[in-house]
């Protein structure tokens, strides 16, 4: 998802954290979060990458995990503290140094200020134990975005946001080798998809290439591993734009992929392989666009200029 506004100007933190809030609650509306934790292995303490405006970290919650969330948007923060407090949720912001062994012994979820990508928060974040990663739909921000691609925020490109998405992807990966143990999960929700030149069995390989190539050793995907539903229209009253994976090929899917740690299982060339999660709606259900219609992933180009493009090849 991009931080692009409509007509490509960057959007500031503030108006990223209120456009978010209206897609997160779309996601909510569209019971992706549900579907996710559907998809997640039993657990206790998770660190979530990205708290977004805490629809997921609420959904988290009432699946009865304690969450400590990492989100680097100060407004976004806000938003999740009041929300979560409102809800009777127990939460409480720590600095990234005062966090501690027992740090969520009292509360339900800790969020810390901090960016995904900055190494220097990986001693910290070993002071409390975790037992699963999630990442779902990882926004960017405009400035480290630039920062990575180095170039100004205004000339960011649709490939700058896909290639900051997958470095806070393979960060994930980064952090579950020194904070999680044999037998854990990292759980990345992203977006991608597939048309009538494509199938899901083509779909999943390259979805398991591209995060087989990210995450790396020692995680292994195997049984139930890859995941999709169809994703639901753009909301109308929000200019967040989704920029899919680079092997989307139609209509946007949600996609659920489950990373698991293991040192003892694998073996240096041993083959990946990976079934299917039959996911709680159809894919037959994916809504028939035209080709001169707005594409539904929010995009607002024509589909026939956007996804819809390797039908017409």
């Known amino acids: 998802m991009s931080t692009l506004g409509q007509f490509g100007t960057p959007m500031t933190e503030q108006q990223y954290a209120e456009h978010w809030g209206k897609s997160s609650t779309k996601h909510v509306h569209d019971g992706d979060y549900a579907w996710l934790l559907d998809q997640l292995p039993a657990s206790t303490n998770v660190l979530e990458v990205g708290s977004g405006s805490g629809e997921s970290t609420l959904a988290l919650v009432r699946a009865g995990k304690k969450v400590l969330a990492l989100e680097l948007n100060a407004h976004c923060i806000e938003e999740t503290v009041r929300k979560l407090s409102d809800k009777g949720v127990r939460v409480r912001m720590l600095p990234i140094d005062a966090l501690a062994p027992m740090s969520l012994d009292e509360v339900e979820?800790?969020?810390v200020q901090a960016d995904i990508l900055d190494i220097r928060i990986d001693t910290h974040l070993r002071q409390v134990?975790?037992?699963t990663i999630v990442c779902w739909f990882i926004g960017v921000a405009p400035s480290r975005a630039a920062m990575l691609a180095k170039k100004q925020a205004e000339a960011l490109t649709q490939v700058d946001l896909e290639n900051y998405r997958h470095a806070v992807h393979k960060r994930c990966g980064d952090l579950g080798r020194?904070?999680?143990?044999?037998?854990?999960?990292?759980?990345?929700a992203d977006r991608g998809g597939f048309g009538n030149g494509g199938t899901e069995t083509l779909a999943r390989s390259e979805a398991l290439e591209q995060y087989e190539n990210l995450l790396r050793r020692p995680y292994i995907?195997?049984?139930?591993q890859i995941a999709f539903r169809p994703m639901g229209l753009a909301?109308?009253?929000?200019k967040m734009t989704y920029v899919a994976p680079s092997f989307v090929t139609g209509v946007p899917l949600v996609i659920s992929v489950l990373a698991k740690k293991s040192e003892?299982?694998?073996?240096p060339g041993s083959p990946i392989t990976v079934t299917t999660r039959a996911a709680n709606i159809p894919l037959t259900d994916v809504p028939k666009v035209g080709r001169d219609q707005k594409c539904p992933c929010g995009s607002g180009k024509k589909y026939k200029k956007c996804h819809g493009q390797s039908t017409n090849n």
């Not at 904070?179 to 990345?188: A, N, R, Y």
């Not at 003892?264 to 073996?267: E, G, L, V």
């Open 178 to 188: 020194s904070l999680l143990v044999d037998g854990t999960f990292i759980h990345i």
């Open 235 to 238: 909301p109308t009253d929000s």
């Open 129 to 131: 134990a975790v037992d």
């Open 221 to 224: 995907v195997t049984v139930r």
């Open 109 to 111: 979820v800790i969020i």
């Open 264 to 267: 003892s299982d694998h073996q």
